[in-house]
Each structure stands twice: as structure tokens, then as C-alpha cells.
């Protein structure tokens, strides 16, 4: 077969990729900081060496990609990062590491994780960059299966087999209890002991029918006097006396941000823990800056111990 020469370009195929993020030539047109009739030519121009309609244009309510759209937005992204994959090892081959990662986490787990663990990733890989998404597992999963998400830190929570989980940390739930409560000096609880005090529910998807199920073996489940999606509101009601809650995130605080103060207890009970670990898409090849992450990740991770004792 002869070596046609390419009709299209990698430009062409960031404006294809962003646009489809977007829905709006003009949201595209600022993201990229170029004029709107570059982003639309270019991508009316790629369309033509397709062959194929990549959108549908509307003219009061933005764009919708069409179904070939969908088809080739996976390819497109997988084909850019691998293009700057090439550029990293390039790069590499004169002592430096560049390139960027898109990193998604547990909306519940980012603010105790992320923050550090990029902080201590980027010391000692200064040209990497991030983009970051916190979001709620379906979120998250999502972005894996369309690539929009290079790699993702989560619990083992609905994984399907195109979805590969390192597991590395296993985390048993605990109690927090106000600093005044009645079993705020007991070495241990039980859910039993908890049955009849208001509950704050950490109302997230997952966590709630997980937190909720530790209490069949005893009895009724729980109903919540107080929820938020907010684990910090949920640690703030316990600290201001308004009931105990169930975590299972290492902590390395045990004051609010207005100023009170929780317990945290283990439980009595054999209670099942999550795993936490690194969720990748088995039917994208990581790219070398994304694989060095992970194996950072595995090793801050594993590190992390529980206040409670």
C-alpha cells in the first residue's frame, strides 16, 4: 500500500477534542485563545478530510457531536497523547520529564489525598502538569471509558473488566463521635451502640448505601438525622454535638474549621473496609509520564495510616 500522506493535523485535532469538551465555538475559541472563525474553519476543514459531520451545528444552542463525532473523539484523544508522549521521551532524552496527566479523584477522598500527593510528585517532576477532576464514581468511570481521564484514584466501587484497579490500601470505616459524647473514652464501639444516636449521613453516591449496609448484621439501618455531601460539614455537625457519622479515609485532624473538636473510634465489629487503589482504562496505553505517577501513587498511598488507634 502506498504511504498517503496525512490530510489532517494534530492542531486540527486539539480544536476537534476541546470543541467536543465544550459544545461552543466560542467557550473553544476562548479555551484555546484563538478567534472563533480559526476554530471553525479548522474544524469544518477537518471534517472534509474525514469525510465524515463531527457536529451538529445549532444555531441558537451551541453544538452536538454527531455519532462519528462520538466515534473518533476517543481516537483523537488517545492519538494527542500519544503525540505528547513522543515529546516527553524526547524531552527525557536530554535529562527532563514533561507532560501532563489528567487526574481524577473521589470528590469525598481529594481534599485529604490530592493536594499532597501531587505536591510531592511535582517536587521531584517539576515540568509535569495537571488537570484535575473530583467527582462521584459514575463521574469518574465515565471520563476512564471516553479518555477525557488518564488515571483515577477511587475505591473498588461497580468496576467493570475494561477498567484495570491496582488495589492499595484496604480502609475498615470508623466512628466519629463529639469530643463530649458518652463513648468518647471507650477504646472501641459497636454499631449496636450507635442504633439509637442521630446519625450524619455522608450523602454521596456509594458511600451512602455502604455506611447504611454495616448495620444490617445488627438491625434497622440508620436513619439520618442531618446529610451533606460535604465531608467536611459532616465532620463539623459531629464535632458541634449534632450525632456521629461513619468515615473510612485516613485523618490527620481531628479539628473542624470553625475550631471543634471529634473523636474517632474503631468498631467492635468485623466491618467491611473499602479498597482504596488506582483505576486505569485497560483499553488505553498508558503513557510513560502516567505510568510514573501511578507507581508514585502506590508508594504514597500505602503510606497512609489511620489516626484512629
Known amino acids: 500500500m502506498d504511504n498517503q500522506p496525512l490530510r489532517y493535523s494534530l492542531r486540527q485535532l486539539r480544536y ?45 444552542s451551541g453544538l452536538s457531536l454527531t455519532q462519528a463525532g462520538r466515534e473518533l473523539l476517543g481516537q ?55 488537570r484535575t477532576v473530583e467527582a462521584h464514581q459514575d463521574g469518574l468511570l465515565r471520563g476512564l471509558h471516553d479518555g477525557s481521564l488518564d488515571i483515577v484514584l477511587t475505591y473498588s466501587l461497580d468496576l467493570s473488566d475494561d477498567i484495570a484497579f491496582t488495589p492499595l490500601l484496604s480502609l475498615p470505616p470508623y466512628a466519629i463521635l463529639p469530643r463530649t459524647h458518652r ?18 449521613m455522608l450523602d454521596l453516591p456509594h458511600s451512602r448505601e455502604y455506611f447504611a449496609a454495616l448495620f444490617d448484621a445488627v438491625g434497622t439501618r440508620p436513619v439520618p438525622a442531618f446529610r451533606s455531601s460535604q465531608p467536611e460539614v459532616v465532620r463539623g455537625m459531629v464535632a458541634n454535638g449534632l450525632g456521629y457519622s461513619l468515615l473510612n479515609f485516613p485523618l490527620k485532624s481531628t479539628r473542624t474549621v470553625d475550631g471543634e473538636e471529634f ?7 468485623n466491618v467491611n473496609a473499602l479498597t482504596l487503589g488506582v483505576a486505569q482504562s485497560r483499553t488505553m496505553k498508558p503513557r510513560r509520564v502516567v505510568e510514573r505517577f501511578a507507581a508514585f501513587c502506590e508508594h504514597y498511598i500505602r503510606r497512609l495510616q489511620l489516626t484512629a488507634q
Open 76 to 130: 483523537a484523544r488517545n492519538l494527542l497523547k500519544t503525540a505528547e508522549e513522543l515529546q516527553m521521551a524526547a524531552k527525557e532524552m536530554d535529562g527532563g520529564m514533561t507532560g501532563s496527566i489528567a487526574l481524577g479523584c473521589l470528590a469525598s477522598l481529594a481534599p485529604p489525598l490530592m493536594p499532597g500527593l501531587i505536591s510531592q510528585f511535582t517536587q521531584k517532576h517539576s515540568g509535569i502538569a495537571f
Open 183 to 200: 463513648l468518647a473514652r471507650a477504646r472501641k464501639v459497636s454499631l449496636a451502640d450507635l442504633q439509637t444516636e442521630p446519625y450524619v
Open 263 to 269: 473523636v474517632i473510634k474503631r468498631f467492635k465489629d
Open 16 to 60: 476537534f477534542v476541546v470543541t467536543a469538551e465544550v459544545l461552543s465555538f466560542t467557550a473553544a475559541a476562548k479555551r484555546l485563545h484563538i478567534s472563533q472563525p480559526s476554530i471553525s474553519t479548522a474544524l469544518a476543514d477537518l471534517e472534509v478530510s474525514f469525510g465524515v459531520q463531527l457536529f451538529i451545528r445549532h444555531h441558537a
